[in-house]
């Protein structure tokens, strides 16, 4: 059974960061040939995108929090990263890692983990 495992998650100032880790097991194959996803859900809103990573390592942001996230990988580990750093409040949400790519896990909650949750408030 494929597990995804997020945490990290807190409350945090404004301007403040954090670091999410996911770790996955049971999967199929190598960690390493799974496109990476993290998707965030706001109280009342459907999911948004935040950031996919392939296997080679390059990776695409929303708009929204272009400049100040960034995701990674360590394949040895079987874990993926989001370091988030100048944290707004409309950053808050349940944040999910899920694998695959962009357009086939944000309406496919099934290849999402538990979450963690970020809450960004003074």
């Known amino acids: 059974e494929v597990q995804l495992v997020e945490s990290g998650g807190d409350l945090v100032q404004p301007g403040g960061s954090l670091r999410l880790s996911c770790a996955a097991s049971g999967l199929t194959f190598s960690f390493s040939l799974y496109v990476m996803t993290w998707v965030r859900q706001a109280p009342g809103k459907g999911p948004e995108w935040v950031s996919t990573?392939?296997?080679?390592?390059?990776?695409t942001y929303a708009d929204s929090v272009k400049g100040r996230f960034t995701i990674s990988r360590d394949n040895a580990k079987n874990t993926l990263y989001l370091q988030m750093n100048s944290l707004k409040p409309d950053d808050t949400a349940v944040y999910y890692c899920?694998?695959?790519?962009?357009?086939?896990?944000?309406?496919?909650?099934?290849?999402w983990g538990q979450g963690t949750q970020v809450t960004v408030s003074s």
């Open positions: 899920a694998r695959g790519p962009r357009f086939t896990v944000v309406g496919t909650p099934r290849l």
């Open positions: 990573i392939n296997t080679s390592g390059d990776s």
